[in-house]
């Protein structure tokens, strides 16, 4: 889902000293419109993906993203329904197969 996939962006951009801080965060975000259950059970589906590690508000240390969850974040599918969290501006370039040669060294 959109939340899915803007947590997980947080989880591998922002490091966070406790999980009860990330859970704090997540409901501060207005454009998430989430509940500190609806955050709970939020992570705790992207944890039994295999998506996301440590992420229950009491765990000790520090919530991360599983190799899958990095993963998944790599490949970002056509007409994907993510939405941009904050008011940064987002540039994306979309290589086709007919732009297979961008960026080759030579």
Do not use: W
């Not at 959109?2 to 000293?17: C, G, I, K, Q």
């Not at 992570?43 to 000790?60: F, I, M």
């Amino acid at each position: 889902t959109n939340r899915e996939y803007v947590v997980l962006r947080v989880l591998a951009a922002r490091p966070f000293e406790s999980t009860a801080s990330l859970h704090g965060y997540l409901v501060a975000q207005r454009q998430l419109a989430l509940s500190p259950t609806a955050v709970s059970e939020l992570l705790a589906g992207l944890e039994s993906r295999a998506l996301a590690s440590g992420t229950a508000k009491n765990d000790p240390g520090r919530a991360k993203l599983t190799p899958n969850g990095a993963e998944l974040l790599r490949r970002i599918a056509p007409g994907h329904d993510a939405e941009v969290l904050g008011d940064e501006p987002c540039v994306m370039l979309d290589i086709g197969e007919e732009d297979a040669d961008y960026a080759k060294r030579t």
